[in-house]
């Protein structure tokens, strides 16, 4: 047993030395948390416009200075014809195209081949991969007086010059 002289206290009999806790709270990690990567690249949809063209599309109040008709053509002879009209919707200084290429039909654009739906599945692929992906400001659906969900507004970019 200790002794009085070496600075040890003996807790009285029948009493336990009180108990002293506090939570323990984790340490936060000194490496950050990773980032998330970025957004792949998309068509553009919706940049490039302010709200005054959004209100005009919605009510219908745009009329498109150029149509361009891919309904009913196999998809090469679609895909053809959208690169040509888009080059000639440009010679033409226009700035709204209405692209009429039928109603999505949900299933992915691989399952499709030649059926109903697939110059849709594939449109968008087909813009931003071609020549003209870049003069195109914005893509949104048509009014219904225009062709509604068959149907897509491209706004062109002004020409530069």
């Known amino acids: 047993m200790p002794s009085a002289e070496q600075g040890a206290t003996i807790p009285p009999a029948?009493?336990?030395?009180p108990v002293f806790t506090r939570p323990v709270?984790?340490?936060p990690s000194p490496v950050?948390?990773?980032r998330a990567a970025p957004p792949p690249p998309v068509a553009p949809t919706g940049r490039g416009l302010d709200s005054h063209w959004d209100r005009r599309f919605g009510r219908g109040a745009i009329e498109p200075d150029f149509t361009l008709d891919l309904h009913g053509h196999t998809l090469e002879a679609a895909h053809a014809r959208l690169d040509a009209g888009l080059a000639q919707?440009?010679?033409?200084?226009a700035r709204v195209v209405l692209l009429i290429a039928g109603k999505d039909r949900g299933a992915p654009a691989a399952d499709r081949g030649?059926?109903?739906?697939a110059i849709r599945s594939k449109l968008l692929d087909w813009l931003a991969a071609g020549p003209h992906g870049s003069v195109i400001a914005a893509i949104r659906k048509a009014h219904r007086r225009h062709g509604g969900e068959g149907a897509l507004y491209l706004v062109l970019r002004r020409p530069r010059g």
């Open 32 to 34: 950050s948390p990773p």
């Open 89 to 93: 919707a440009r010679a033409m200084d």
């Open 14 to 17: 029948g009493k336990a030395p």
């Open 114 to 117: 030649d059926s109903r739906g």
């Open 25 to 27: 709270k984790p340490k």
